[in-house]
Structure formats: C-alpha cells, structure tokens
C-alpha cells in the first residue's frame, strides 16, 4: 500500500493564482481530511469528507473548495491564491468510526508571493 | 467548542532519562478519544499513541504511556529511555465524530 500520497511537495504561486493540491489514499477509507499547519498554530482542518459526494467544512475553510468523486481522491483547490494560505498542507485518511487515527500524507510545502 | 492546549513549546530531555508532555483538552462529550502524533524533520505525522476516554487504563506503547485523567481532562505522555530518535515535534489530538482538534505542538529536544 502507498497510503496517503500528496502532490506537488512544493509549489510557489503567485498572488491571485488558483491551483489544486492532490490527495489519494488506497486503503479504502471513508473519511479524508485536509490540514493546514503554521507555526506555532498546530494543525488546523480545512474541509473535511466522510464519503465520496459528502464534504464539510473545518476550523478554516475560507478561500478553499474541496470534492470528493470517489472514495481514493480528496483534492483541495485554492480559488485566488493569497499570502496567507502561505503554509504546509497535510491531507489525512481514517476509517469512519472514531476509534481509528488519522494516516497523514507527507505535505505539501506552498509559498504564496 | 474543543480545544486543545499544549502548554510546553519547548521541552528537552538527557538522553536515556524521562520526560513528560502536558496536554489538555476541553470538551462537554463524554465519548471520545485522544492522540498523540510525532512529527520528527521529515515532516511525517505518526502516531505514538491513543487513548479511548471510556477506558479508564492508561495506554501503554513500548517506551510511551499517557496519563489520562478523564475529570481533570488531561492527556499526558510520559517517554521513558528517550532516545536521539525520539526529537520530533509532539502533537496531542482529540477527536469526536467526524473533527480531530490539534494541540499547537511541543518540540522535544533530547540531549545525548
């Protein structure tokens, strides 16, 4: 198994850019979630999904959109990319119930200039 | 809303010795459960240990065990033989439904 497998590991874009951060897992779990962490803040969740065609919104939502089409992929889009959602993004898959850990993805490092 | 504090920034401890990590959380559930995730240079989350509030035995992991005190709400975890590899930022993590709230991290320093 792969696990939890994010792309780009770095990106730099430029203020007012879009882009979209990929996230696949291959353990057929049914929650995925995405993570922002900045210094000194810990982790802080996006958006969140609990099955393909389910999302919601975390702690932080605001100025990223997610989808869920199918049970592997959990991509994040930034809409108009801006200095502040300068940060590591980590995306993480559970199974559903409670019990069970999130299993991270290796981040991705974005600076927004 | 939960929340959770981790009090420590910084801790360090001498190779070999024991050190304890503070965390505490506030929630009004009564069923939930909580984590401790390592996150050493390279950045990858890993978890260290858990904890299911319903369980009143502390969880126990090799060299790692938590204190758990459900009334005081409080989530410790005690490394024992610290080791060079056991440097790494520590992250305590509760989690109810479908939310996992994050501590803002202690960084473990372990001196050899």
């Known amino acids: 198994n792969a696990g939890v497998t994010q792309t780009p590991k770095f990106q730099v874009l430029k203020t007012g850019q879009s882009m979209t951060l990929q996230c696949a897992q291959d353990?057929?779990?049914?929650?995925m979630s995405w993570y922002r962490q900045d210094p000194g803040m810990g982790l802080r969740l996006i958006h969140y999904?609990?099955?393909?065609?389910?999302?919601d919104q975390g702690e932080v939502p605001n100025g990223y959109n997610v989808s869920r089409s199918t049970t592997e992929d959990f991509p994040l889009r930034l809409l108009s990319a801006a200095p502040s959602q300068t940060s590591v993004y980590f995306c993480?898959?559970?199974?559903?119930?409670?019990?069970?850990?999130?299993?991270f993805g290796p981040g991705t490092r974005l600076t927004v200039t | 809303a939960q929340t959770v504090t981790q009090s420590q920034p910084e801790m360090s401890v001498q190779e070999a010795e024991t050190v304890t990590l503070s965390c505490t959380y506030d929630?009004?559930?009564?069923?939930?459960?909580l984590f401790w995730y390592k996150q050493p240079p390279s950045r990858q989350m890993i978890l260290v240990i858990r904890?299911?509030?319903?369980?009143?035995q502390n969880a126990t992991e090799n060299r790692f065990s938590v204190n758990f005190q459900k009334a005081a709400k409080s989530f410790s975890l005690k490394i024992s033989d610290s080791q060079l590899g056991d440097a790494a930022m520590y992250f305590c993590?509760?989690?109810?439904?479908?939310?996992?709230?994050f501590g803002t991290g202690t960084s473990l320093t372990v001196i050899p």
């Open positions: 993480a898959s559970s199974r559903r119930h409670r019990l069970y850990e999130q299993y």
């Open positions: 353990m057929n779990h049914e929650y």
């Open positions: 999904s609990v099955g393909a065609g389910i999302t």
């Open positions: 929630t009004s559930e009564s069923d939930y459960y």
């Open positions: 904890q299911e509030a319903y369980k009143q």
């Open positions: 993590a509760y989690r109810s439904g479908n939310q996992f709230y």
